[in-house]
């Protein structure tokens, strides 16, 4: 009898660890409870990008079907073709990428000169610089951007790329103060010992910050830069009001998508065929979005592994 | 000793010195800070207390004190209406957009397979969310909870509640995607910081018979307490600022409109900016207590 019992019990705990879990292990029944909900969360997310690929490879037939749900009937570009004509692909994705890289690339620098400065040095004021540069991320871009344009208008820079390189030049790009914060923090949490140990070899302050802390901050460059891109990028209230009428982005393309599409392809003009339906539309938002998602899937591991390292977090 | 002797090698003092060379990074900033954007706001609010005419010459200002502040929230049938819109909607956003980055967070910050592609796809929003291309996927109803939205016997129940109620209700319900993906920035933010939670805490508490439901409540919603505030902060500033808020869209098209003009949508500016203030205050004063009473 009691060796009976010896053997069953294991056994028991056994099923219990593999369905429960253990110190080691999750058990059975919260691994497939996690995946279940991470994959139901993962189809939420992506739900709006599956169905605008979805949409946006639909002929004008399948559209108009209601059978054809998910999986259109043919696989149909035309949607394409007239996006790219409509958003005058070339030309904006080439501004869109200017526009967005080069006040990015102002921005980290400026910003790392600055947060260098903010964590190395202790001078009075501090406080309120810091407080200050909180300001800058709270408030509205409508409080400022009236007299902002007003004064490019007087100096002609309006629908110029500069009307963006400056404020970023000063440290005040879109979202600055975040980057001013990442690099902060990432100055921070470096050890004092070998800029004193520069010091002591007789390099300048500005040398020790070139040649010394500039380099380990290199992650903290990269995130800077690619979150700085995608920012700007996206933004398109300042970009509408300074560069309207110069240059043209994507996503202000898009932004006027019908106006451009009916310039392209008068409604009274075409076949029914050609009139403009969500297909296209969201043909053209997909063209969109595509130059991110390829940075994004090139460059993923920094978007992620990079955060622990560069401290985004400004406890 | 000696050190101080080597910061004396220029024969100034060593808080001279710090203030000198702090001064001379953060100078770029300043300057930048005074001309783009302190003296814009100045600007603006000078604007907000005039009556504003463009012309070919330059600017007209003519004073009419606070006429313009008065008319956005007394006169103005729409103005405040939207305003009272985005409150209620922020205040629905961020607790799903804190508690959805937190729940994704703890997930991601275990150990299973296929960790690496769940990842790509909750950072994904990240890189696209943009107000035109937001714009456009609500207006094809993409970032309504699929199928949820469109069910007659939601929108029938809706219709029996009062609209205060069935307004924040029926914005949830079609905009829910939308919150979601306005969440990939705060999952980086709590996962940085559960990352830096000392693992000993957990060993030490499990040791003392604590389970994982246990410690969550007691070791890692307390150490998350500051990040929480972050993420709120982050939250309500996103959404105030994103270009497709309507409150926004109502100042810009004001701006040039006839009958509105500058110093009018400078007005509005001032009023939802002391709004939004007012939100992040309402949320300091809500997540704070919560850090007292762990000490």
């Given at each position: ?16 660890t ?40 639909k ?26 004509r ?14 967005s ?5 102002i ?24 407080a ?25 820079l ?52 070139f ?43 898009l ?8 310039n ?5 003009m ?30 993923q591991?920094?978007f ?12 | ?32 800070f ?27 200002l003519?004073?009419v ?77 993409a ?10 016997a ?27 993906w ?64 309507k ?9 040039y409109?006839?009958?509105g003009?500058?110093?009018?949508a ?8 002391f ?21």
């Amino acid at each position: 009898m009691e060796g009976n019992l010896r053997v069953k019990k294991p056994d028991l705990t056994k099923i219990k660890t593999f369905l429960l879990g253990s110190r080691t292990n999750y058990g059975m029944v919260f691994t497939v409870l996690l995946y279940a909900l991470l994959i139901a969360i993962g189809f939420v997310y992506l739900y709006p990008l599956l169905f605008m690929l979805v949409t946006s490879m639909k002929s004008p037939t399948d559209l108009l079907n209601p059978m054809v749900q998910w999986v259109p009937t043919t696989l149909y570009l035309g949607n394409y073709e007239k996006a790219l004509r409509v958003l005058d692909y070339s030309n904006t994705l080439v501004s869109s990428i200017l526009v967005s890289v080069l006040p990015s690339l102002i921005t980290a620098a400026v910003c790392s000169l600055v947060g260098y400065g903010l964590a190395r040095y202790r001078f009075a004021g501090k406080n309120i610089i810091f407080a200050l540069i909180l300001a800058t991320f709270i408030i509205p871009a409508q409080n400022t951007v009236i007299p902002q344009m007003l004064m490019y208008k007087n100096l002609g820079l309006l629908g110029n790329i500069l009307s963006l390189i400056l404020p970023a030049l000063f440290g005040q790009g879109y979202r600055s103060a975040i980057f001013i914060l990442i690099f902060y923090q990432t100055f921070l949490s470096f050890p004092k010992v070998l800029e004193e140990a520069a010091r002591l070899d007789g390099a300048s302050d500005l040398r020790i910050f070139f040649q010394v802390a500039l380099p380990a901050a290199a992650p903290a460059f990269i995130i800077s830069i690619i979150f700085s891109t995608v920012w700007y990028w996206n933004e398109t209230y300042l970009t509408s009001i300074f560069l309207e009428g110069g240059i043209q982005t994507l996503p202000m393309q898009l932004g006027k998508f019908t106006q451009a599409y009916e310039n392209l392809y008068p409604p009274g003009m075409v076949n029914i065929f050609d009139r403009l339906n969500e297909a296209v539309k969201l043909a053209g938002t997909f063209l969109n979005i595509l130059p991110l998602l390829v940075m994004y899937f090139l460059l993923q591991k920094w978007f992620v592994e990079s955060v622990d390292r560069s401290g985004i977090t400004g406890e | 000793m000696t050190k101080r002797k080597l910061f004396h090698f220029k024969g100034i003092g060593l808080r001279t010195r710090e203030n000198l060379y702090g001064y001379g990074f953060v100078f770029l900033w300043i300057i930048g800070f005074v001309v783009f954007t302190m003296v814009p706001l100045v600007q603006t609010f000078l604007f907000s207390v005039n009556q504003v005419t463009v012309t070919a010459t330059g600017i007209d200002l003519r004073p009419v004190q606070w006429d313009n502040y008065s008319r956005a929230l007394v006169t103005d049938p729409t103005f405040v209406g939207l305003l009272i819109e985005y409150v209620i909607e922020t205040l629905v956003s961020v607790p799903i957009a804190i508690i959805f980055s937190l729940v994704i967070a703890l997930f991601l910050n275990m150990n299973f397979k296929f960790k690496g592609f769940f990842r790509t796809i909750f950072f994904l929003p990240v890189v696209i969310t943009s107000g035109p291309v937001i714009q456009e996927l609500t207006a094809q109803g993409a970032t309504s909870v699929p199928g949820v939205a469109n069910l007659g016997a939601i929108t029938e129940f809706l219709s029996t509640l009062p609209s205060y109620l069935s307004n924040p209700v029926e914005y949830l319900l079609t905009s829910f995607i939308q919150i979601l993906w306005f969440s990939g920035v705060q999952i980086l933010i709590y996962l940085s910081s559960l990352q830096k939670i000392d693992k000993s805490l957990y060993e030490a508490a499990s040791i003392d018979g604590a389970s994982a439901w246990e410690s969550f409540w007691k070791i890692t919603l307390p150490s998350l307490s500051t990040t929480t505030l972050i993420n709120a902060a982050y939250t309500i500033i996103t959404l105030s600022h994103f270009s497709e808020n309507k409150v926004i869209k109502y100042i810009y098209n004001q701006t040039y409109a006839v009958q509105g003009g500058i110093g009018y949508a400078g007005a509005m500016s001032f009023l939802y900016f002391f709004v939004l203030l007012l939100l992040l205050a309402v949320m300091f004063l809500v997540l704070s207590p919560r850090r007292e009473k762990r000490r």
